[in-house]
């Protein structure tokens, strides 16, 4: 677990009183021949115990890191967005070599498909049956004529291109729709030698039909074998989330994002706009929140966290944006569920708004990432305006009816030497941490039913935490319309059930994208939850652990791709492709769907597809 800087000085002058500026994913422990200048979190300037670097002379700078649960170390694992400055704060000119590991462990090496593909749709149809038969069209060209799916046709018209389908002709096999009485998002699709009828009884039936010929049209080289699909989906709620606060991904990326989800039907976007590093959505009531912490930068409020580098960088989400990205995805039958983190994980919120902190406690904590005083105080009058007031705003704002308000990783001692929370617990009767936590959190739930929201939340806003990080939780005494999304660990929705609360499945060890695919040094991501290979993804049957008397409670399962290893656009697509559209398949396939290998053809298939329309991938 040591991390050697080996710094040389190329320039004819010397270098006297620099300070090295980098982040890394896991914390130093230790080092050697430098001193911690100043810490935010995980982003570090280092000052040399020897202040002098003559010209040709190196010096190496040794670090002990936190050392990862699995034990090694990747390409994420090394210093990221370094820059050096001089004694007067100027950049330093520099060229960073890779990093290079003792023990590389070498990549790891997948089986050939050896399999014939059964059937190329992902994820797999309740019922397929299909003939060695095909339709009479030469052209290769079809015929929609629905009003109700044109924007949607028109939002996916530039994926179609690149992938040679033509729905938009007029004069090809008519695709005709007829009314049925079904489920949401249920359909029939009977192909016949010279149309196509398809029967549904709801907008997201009709476009996952056209997304199911999609996938055949692809396979079967814009020809379709007569036969018929029928189709459900497992669970109502099949969700990506994003960590939209860590790194900045731009409104046409989260829009490429959507696509990839409606390629295989998933239906809820969770859009994670706070963390410690930035407040990214702009609200009408505090205009300038956004503007001063969305932006990162060597003198900046924001230091440059996660890579950034020396330069301004980052971004928010204008209220235009919002809603243009919520009428995007309604198109393609996706819900955005935009999730603001509070209490803790507020490190950027309270540097620019200082007041929502107990500024007379002279104690201080910091959370599992190293982040210190990054929790709001509840018993301010200031932190009641300004809940009340974002609340407001974003429910006017979002059309979904859930809004998460995070409650995740508070740390223990966060609330414990203010004499304002002093005062506030005697008054109303509370004598812990945790029942102050419910307390906050039923004002919060109460501020939401004003505003005609439900109120989402991590699994440490109804419960205790699974994991003994330094963090707290629930007292049990939260409203039980609360939705709770399971992530520490998958036993942590049997408790979520057992209480009465309906549960999002999204435990680390298979729904977390940012872990990487397996311990060798080159791939990328972090380990908390273990190592997640595409085929462990598929492997899991959620349910399986929950009594059946609670699977009513259980509404779906949902993706997480947090952004701390983000540092360059590229590394997106590789942790989410082929990992989401896998749990995809989870997520609306049936228990008995098809096994790994027979499942691994078809996905070779879809990796295909969603190669021609520009997503890279991580083998599998």
Not at 119 to 132: A, D, Q, R, V, Y
Not at 302 to 324: A, C, H
Not at 522 to 534: H, K, L, M, S, Y
Request: glycine share 4%; with cysteine.
């Amino acid at each position: 677990n040591l991390l050697e800087i080996i710094l040389k000085n190329t320039s004819e002058e010397k270098l006297i009183d620099i300070k090295v500026c980098f982040s890394l994913v896991y914390s130093i422990k230790s080092l050697e021949a430098a001193t911690i200048f100043k810490q935010v979190g995980r982003y570090y300037e280092l000052i040399l115990n020897q202040n002098i670097i003559y010209p040709k002379e190196s010096r190496k700078v040794i670090l002990k890191l936190q050392t990862p649960r699995i034990g090694t170390y990747n390409l994420s694992c090394g210093p990221e967005g370094l820059f050096i400055l001089s004694k007067n704060n100027n950049l330093i000119k520099i060229k960073i070599k890779n990093l290079v590991f003792q023990n590389p462990i070498k990549s790891r090496n997948y089986n050939k498909f050896n399999l014939k593909i059964n059937n190329p749709i992902l994820p797999e149809p309740f019922k397929t049956h299909l003939t060695n038969q095909f339709i009479n069209n030469s052209l290769k060209k079809f015929k929609i004529l629905d009003n109700e799916i044109k924007n949607f046709l028109s939002i996916i018209k530039p994926t179609l291109n690149k992938l040679d389908i033509n729905f938009n002709s007029s004069s090809g096999v008519n695709i005709n729709f007829s009314k049925k009485e079904m489920n949401q998002d249920e359909y029939i699709i009977n192909i016949q030698s010279d149309k196509i009828i398809i029967f549904t009884n709801s907008y997201g039936g009709k476009i996952y039909a056209i997304i199911t010929l999609i996938h055949l049209l692809f396979f079967y080289d814009n020809n379709l074998p007569i036969g018929e699909v029928e189709d459900k989906p497992r669970f109502k709620w099949r969700g990506m989330h994003l960590d939209c606060s860590r790194q900045f991904h731009s409104i046409n990326e989260i829009k490429r994002l959507l696509i990839y989800m409606s390629i295989f039907k998933l239906n809820r976007f969770h859009w994670h706009l706070t963390d410690n590093e930035a407040w990214r959505l702009d609200l009408q009531s505090f205009p300038e929140l956004a503007k001063k912490s969305s932006f990162r930068g060597y003198n900046q409020i924001i230091p440059p966290l996660y890579g950034s580098g020396y330069d301004r960088s980052g971004g928010y989400y204008s209220n235009e944006d919002v809603k243009e990205l919520i009428q995007f995805a309604k198109n393609l039958n996706i819900e955005i569920m935009p999730e603001i983190d509070l209490p803790a994980h507020s490190w950027a919120l309270i540097q620019v708004m200082p007041e929502l902190y107990d500024k007379t406690s002279n104690h201080e904590f910091q959370d599992v990432g190293n982040y210190k005083n990054n929790t709001i105080n509840p018993a301010l009058n200031e932190t009641q305006i300004f809940l009340k007031k974002i609340i407001r705003d974003i429910s006017n704002l979002f059309s979904f009816n859930i809004v998460h308000v995070g409650v995740d990783e508070r740390p223990k001692k966060a609330w414990e030497f203010s004499q304002k929370i002093n005062e506030f617990m005697k008054k109303n009767n509370i004598t812990t941490s945790e029942e102050l936590q419910d307390f906050y959190m039923n004002n919060i739930i109460n501020l939401l039913k004003i505003n005609n929201k439900r109120t989402a939340a991590w699994n440490e806003a109804a419960l205790p935490p699974h994991n003994d990080i330094g963090s707290a939780g629930s007292s049990g005494n939260i409203e039980k319309n609360c939705l709770i999304f399971a992530w520490e660990h998958a036993d942590v929705s049997i408790e979520s059930v057992k209480r009465g609360f309906e549960t999002i499945m999204c435990p680390g060890q298979k729904t977390y994208f940012d872990m990487s695919y397996n311990n060798s040094t080159d791939e990328r991501g972090i380990c908390w939850a273990g190592t997640i290979e595409t085929s462990e993804i598929h492997s899991w049957n959620p349910l399986s652990i929950i009594d059946s008397q609670y699977h009513n409670l259980i509404l779906g399962i949902q993706g997480h791709l947090w952004s701390e290893t983000l540092t360059k656009k590229e590394y997106l697509d590789q942790m989410i492709n082929p990992r989401l559209a896998t749990l995809a398949e989870v997520a609306w396939s049936s228990d008995k769907r098809r096994g790994w290998e027979a499942f691994r053809t078809t996905l070779s298939n879809s990796i295909k597809l969603l190669s021609k329309i520009g997503w890279k991938f991580h083998d599998f």
